[in-house]
């Protein structure tokens, strides 16, 4: 009956800054960009080259998010990658901080966390097969 995720939301204080940190830096490919007058508030659809897809949301004064210490709701948003040090490395060069590298205890793969430019923690996670 739930094959997929379809997507993920996600709002940000700063459409610009975060429209080009998720086409320029991490690559994600824009589908559709909309303005709603009505609520003051851009729309931007994004895929990744899998198809999974992304919706960046800007609305005016949004309240912040606590992350840490860590808040009820959604926790992270992990992407696979094939090797979890050439996405640091890459991700570095382009002046974003990166956590150490750990190995997950339970599955044995490599991951890492670094942040959207509203903190929002994102995670790189080795990939399964790879």
Known sequence: M?????????ICSDYDKSKQ????????????????EARKSYKLDLKLPNGDQLE????????????SPEAL??????????????????????GIAVENIRIDEF?????????????LPLELYEQVGM
């Open 73 to 94: 709701g959604l926790r992270h948003l992990a992407f696979n990658v094939a090797s979890v040090e050439d996405a640091c490395d890459y991700l570095i060069s382009k």
């Open 21 to 36: 940190f998720y086409t320029s830096i991490l690559g994600l490919t824009v589908i559709a960009e909309n303005y709603r």
């Open 107 to 119: 599955t044995g793969r490599k991951f890492t966390f670094f942040n959207d430019p509203d903190g």
């Open 56 to 67: 960046l949301f800007s609305f005016p004064n949004p309240p912040k998010r606590p992350s």
């Open 2 to 10: 739930f094959n997929s995720i379809h997507h993920v939301a996600i």
